[in-house]
C-alpha cells in the first residue's frame, strides 16, 4: 500500500516548470507536438506571452493552440476582446496525459482536449483544443474508431437540427456543399459512432467551448495536421476526466478541470477530497511513499484553472 506524508510547509519551492516567456506576434513552433518517455505523465511547460496592442484573447489563444475557455480559466482577470497590452497572459500549454492506455486518440471532454499517440511514432504525443456538444447535445463518453477520411465534406444537416433550426426563423437546406459556409470546415473524420464527426469549422472562435451538436470541432489548421497523421481504424476513446495525476521525474503533479457536463458535490470547506480524485490519487501513488502538500492541492481544486501544479514529491530514504 502507498504511504502518504502531510507536510503543511515544504522545504521546496513549486514551479509550473520552466519559465517560458514569449512576445510580440511569434508563434509556438509545433505547439502541439511534444517528445514522450517512458513513464512520463507531465509534457510541455507553462508560457507567459507579453500581450501587444493588436491582441485579443480569442486570437492569442489559436496561435498558441489553447481552447477558448481553457485561455480564460488560466487568466480570469484579462478582458477577452481588450486584454491590456504588455502585460504577462499566462500560456496553459503544460498538461498531465489522461489515465489509460497512451494509444491512439484520447479525448478528454473535461479540458475539451484531443491527444494523438501515434503508433508509428511511440516518442511524440500530438494534442489539439477542441469544441464539444453543448448541453442537451451532449458529447457521449465511449470507445469508437476513425471508418472513414473525407476532405472537403459535405454537410448533410440531421431532421432534429433543421428543426431546431427552423424553431430558430433559419432554414437550413437538405445539404450544405465544402466551402466557406460549410460548418465542418476542409476535412472529416468519420466515427463509427453514428452521426458523429471529428472534423474542422468555418467558426474557430468555438474551438474550446461547448457549442456543438455533439460532433468533436478542432481549429481549421489542427484537423488539417491531425488528418494527414491518422489512419482509418485508429481507435477514438472518449472520457470525462477533471482530475489528472502524473509523475515527472519524482515530481507529482495535479492537474483540474471542471467537469464536461455532470455537477461537482465536492464542498471545498469540508477539507476533504473528491471521491474521483480520492481513488486517482490512491492509483497514482500506490505502493510509493509521497509527501503531499495539501494546500497546493485544496488550492488547485478550488481554482480548476486547468494548468498542473506539483502537489506532492516522491519520498526517498
Known amino acids: 500500500m502507498s504511504s502518504i506524508y502531510l507536510s503543511v510547509h515544504m522545504s521546496m519551492v513549486w514551479a509550473w516548470g520552466l519559465l517560458i516567456v514569449l512576445s510580440g506576434l511569434s508563434p509556438v513552433t509545433q505547439a502541439g507536438k511534444w517528445p514522450l518517455m517512458e513513464e512520463q505523465d507531465v509534457v510541455g511547460e507553462v508560457r507567459w506571452y507579453r500581450v501587444s496592442e493588436a491582441d485579443t484573447l480569442v486570437s492569442i489563444a489559436r496561435r498558441f493552440g489553447i481552447g477558448y475557455e481553457a485561455m480564460l480559466r488560466a487568466n480570469p482577470t484579462f478582458d477577452i476582446w481588450l486584454p491590456e497590452s504588455e502585460r504577462y497572459l499566462r500560456l496553459p500549454t ?43 447535445w451532449e458529447t457521449p463518453i465511449t470507445i469508437t474508431q476513425v471508418v472513414k477520411k473525407v476532405v472537403a465534406p459535405a454537410w448533410y444537416p440531421p431532421k432534429s437540427i433543421r428543426e431546431e433550426a427552423l424553431a430558430k426563423g433559419h432554414l437550413l437546406p437538405d445539404v450544405v456543399p465544402a466551402g466557406p459556409d460549410n460548418p465542418l470546415g476542409s476535412h472529416a473524420l468519420r466515427l463509427g459512432l453514428s452521426s458523429y464527426l471529428l472534423h474542422g469549422t468555418n467558426r474557430p472562435a468555438g474551438v474550446g467551448m461547448r457549442v456543438s451538436h455533439g460532433c468533436i470541432r478542432l481549429y481549421p489548421e489542427d484537423i488539417v495536421a ?17 482530475y489528472k495525476m502524473g509523475w515527472r521525474d519524482n515530481e507529482l503533479f495535479l492537474e483540474v478541470h471542471p467537469a464536461a457536463y455532470r455537477k461537482e458535490t465536492w464542498d471545498q470547506s469540508e477539507q476533504t477530497l473528491p ?37 506532492g514529491i516522491r519520498r526517498e530514504w
Do not use: C
Not at 486517482?280 to 484553472?305: F, K, P, S
Open 94 to 136: 503544460q498538461f498531465i496525459l489522461p489515465a489509460g492506455p497512451k494509444q491512439g486518440l484520447v479525448l478528454n471532454l473535461a479540458e475539451m482536449r484531443l491527444y494523438h499517440f501515434p503508433k508509428e511514432d511511440p516518442h511524440k504525443v500530438y494534442s489539439f483544443p477542441v469544441g464539444i456538444g453543448r448541453e442537451g
Open 226 to 242: 491531425l488528418f494527414d497523421r491518422v489512419n482509418v481504424g485508429v481507435e477514438l476513446r472518449i472520457v470525462d476526466q477533471p
Open 275 to 311: 471521491s474521483a480524485l480520492q481513488v486517482l490519487m490512491g492509483r497514482v501513488t500506490q505502493d510509493l511513499e509521497v509527501l503531499l502538500d495539501w494546500n497546493q492541492i485544496y488550492d488547485a481544486l478550488a481554482e480548476a484553472d486547468g494548468v498542473p501544479v506539483a502537489v
